[in-house]
């Protein structure tokens, strides 16, 4: 009788001759019934097919098996990480300029800041490398000497490129900073605050109005009493104002001086095109200065003294402001005081909600996690009423004092 033989193990995948010689093989998709996976390659020999399909067989006992698409993924995912790993903070600096959306004015002294203090350091210095050691002392050498509001600045823009960059998969996190660099960030004993523009009292922004020039006190008026940039005053014309219905539009911005000026800029932002209620009395000085001191129909509201055709210049706005200060001996004063005065008192108006205040501002209202503000929504009735509280704290003398100007506007 024949001798039993163990019976023979069934082979493990399939190969086949090609007409050209090569052999092709391919064995059945372990996850996926009904589908086969195929070398990526033919081959010369018989032998090597047998190889590779040993090779594959070992790793799906072993639990280890990719499916060509996984191994295509980390594949292209490991290219990624290797065009990345010596990528120059310098290099993702330009790339992350050119995604950014900043405003002009926002853009320049940020660009200026980037040149100055982060790029002479990091330019060259592959962004994936960036440790907290590096960091503590860069901000050592270059950030510390700095005063606190551009530490500030510097520090806040450095953070804002490695977190665009950690969105951006550049980097795997944002590295870690040390306590040593958050204190020298910090305002430091006895350090002189950082310059910052504050809410004035009643009297300041009256005296602002009343000591200023007769071509630009109705403009500082409009910045006070409906919280307007003063580029947006600066680029103001006629034809933006319904005298009607006492409206101001806001369709564009005027920056830069001289000649340098740009004539009609993009507002800031989407929400700084608006349309402004004002008070019928705010109105009605707009009108008689139009009457006493427009030169064309198309000219702007507030035009330059020296330079025909041009908008009046913010250092008018300054020089106006900075002589109040000066006159009273009050802390120091900017223009921008008169925005950030509005939004503090406008607050105060009886009827009128927060979101009413921000619309006027043109300020960019996010979703906030607080229900109230989520489900709270602008209504020029209420910006009315913001209007007439803002007309009558601006132009009215306060009622504790008996001798102060009864009439800043005429």
């Not at 320049?108 to 490398?129: C, G």
């Not at 860069?138 to 510390?144: L, P, Q």
Request: hydrophobic letters at 35%; charged letters at 30%; a positive charge.
């Amino acid at each position: 009788m024949p001798r039993n033989t163990p019976q023979q193990q069934r082979p493990f995948g399939k190969i086949k001759r090609l007409p050209s010689g090569n052999y092709r093989a391919d064995y059945p998709d372990p996850r996926r019934n009904g589908k086969r996976i195929a070398a990526p390659a033919t081959f010369s020999r018989k032998e090597d097919a047998q190889v590779w399909l040993s090779g594959e067989k070992q790793s799906i006992d072993r639990g280890t098996w990719k499916s060509p698409e996984q191994v295509e993924r980390e594949r292209i995912e490991a290219e990624r990480k290797a065009k990345y790993e010596n990528v120059t903070f310098g290099e993702y600096y330009g790339t992350f300029l050119s995604g950014v959306r900043w405003a002009t004015s926002t853009a320049r002294p940020r660009k200026q800041r980037a040149k100055n203090y982060i790029l002479p350091f990091w330019e060259n210095i592959p962004i994936r490398q960036i440790d907290k050691y590096m960091i503590d002392q860069w901000v050592t050498e270059v950030v510390a000497p700095l005063g606190y509001g551009q530490r500030e600045e510097v520090w806040r823009l450095f953070k804002q490129i490695l977190r665009a960059a950690e969105d951006s998969d550049v980097i795997d996190v944002v590295p870690k900073v040390s306590r040593h660099s958050k204190d020298l960030i910090r305002p430091q004993v006895n350090e002189p605050p950082a310059r910052r523009n504050r809410a004035l009292s009643r009297e300041e922004v009256q005296n602002v109005i009343a000591e200023a020039s007769h071509d630009i006190r109705p403009a500082l008026v409009l910045m006070a009493v409906t919280g307007m940039r003063p580029g947006e005053v600066r680029g103001l014309k006629p034809r933006a104002i319904d005298f009607k219905n006492n409206l101001v539009r806001i369709e564009h911005t005027v920056r830069m001086e001289g000649k340098a000026q740009h004539g009609e800029d993009s507002a800031k932002t989407r929400s700084s095109l608006r349309t402004i209620p004002i008070d019928p009395r705010i109105t009605a000085m707009l009108k008689q200065h139009i009457s006493s001191h427009m030169t064309g129909i198309d000219s702007y509201l507030f035009q330059s003294p020296k330079e025909k055709g041009r908008a009046v210049s913010l250092k008018c706005f300054q020089k106006t402001v900075k002589a109040t200060q000066v006159r009273h001996g009050y802390e120091r004063m900017a223009p921008y005081c008169l925005r950030h005065t509005f939004e503090t008192q406008a607050q105060l108006t009886s009827g009128a909600i927060m979101m009413d205040v921000e619309a006027m501002m043109g300020h960019e209202v996010r979703n906030d996690p607080n229900m109230q503000r989520r489900y709270s929504h602008a209504s020029l009735e209420r910006q009315r009423l913001v209007a007439t509280y803002m007309a009558d704290w601006v132009l009215n003398p306060p009622a504790s004092k008996e001798e102060t100007r009864t009439d800043i506007v005429g």
